[in-house]
Antibody, heavy 119, light 109 residues
């Protein structure tokens, strides 16, 4: 059974750096074609894709946020980490991680973690 | 960036009726389109991939169609558990620049 779980702080202050961890099981990110992606959803708004890392350690970012995002993986721990710098109240959202397989759609999602940016 | 536009924003439907949701891409995405269902307080769930293939465990009342720039999600007979927000997402751009539509909320009429 494939599962993903997001973890991180519930509250960050403006200008701080957010670090989120996606811990997964049921698949290996060293398997060819496997990827993990981060997506966020502000309250009452639509989904927004943020970043993706693949089995070969290639990394891809949303054009609008790429200067603030860094994605990395620890294959031995089955974890993917996303950092976002210079947090702002508009970054308040639920952050999800999801698995992407060879066919490139997001087939399994974590439950999400809610992050509030406030002083 | 490929822009995905969903319509309508809200669809009011009575239980047992048919619901038709639309998704348009700003340029061709071939059949590289997925639909997700999201209920309040829950993560999105994959319904359809490849524009028309149901994901594992998805009931047959959900069907997807289309290719290129025009796509449709049809729910043939709405059940109470189907009232939710539905998102389309293209994955044609690879290396990825993945984009979602703005969502369609299906509510009880």
């Amino acid at each position: 059974q494939v599962t993903l779980r997001e973890s991180g702080p519930a509250l960050v202050k403006p200008t701080q750096t957010l670090t989120l961890t996606c811990t997964f099981s049921g698949f290996s990110l060293s398997t060819s074609g496997m990827c993990v992606s981060w997506i966020r959803q502000p309250p009452g708004k639509a989904l927004e894709w943020l970043a993706l890392i693949d089995w070969d350690d290639d990394k891809y970012y949303s054009t609008s946020l790429k200067t603030r995002l860094t994605i990395s993986k620890d294959t031995s721990k089955n974890q993917v980490v996303l950092t976002m710098t210079n947090m702002d109240p508009v970054d308040t959202a639920t952050y999800y991680c999801a698995r992407i397989g060879r066919a490139h759609y997001m087939d399994v999602w974590g439950k999400g973690t809610t992050v509030t940016v406030s002083s | 960036e490929i822009v995905m536009t969903q319509s309508p924003a809200t669809l009011s439907v009575s239980p047992g009726e048919r619901a038709t949701l639309s998704c348009r891409a700003s340029q061709s995405v071939s059949s590289n389109l997925a639909w997700y269902q999201q209920k309040p307080g829950q993560a999105p769930r994959l319904l359809i991939y490849g524009a028309s293939t149901r994901a594992t465990g998805i009931p047959a009342r959900f069907s997807g169609s289309g290719s290129g720039t025009e796509f449709t999600l049809t729910i043939s007979s709405l059940q109470s558990e189907d009232f939710a927000v539905y998102y389309c997402q293209q994955y044609n751009n690879w290396p990825p620049a993945l984009t979602f539509g703005g969502g369609t909320k299906v509510e009880i009429k």
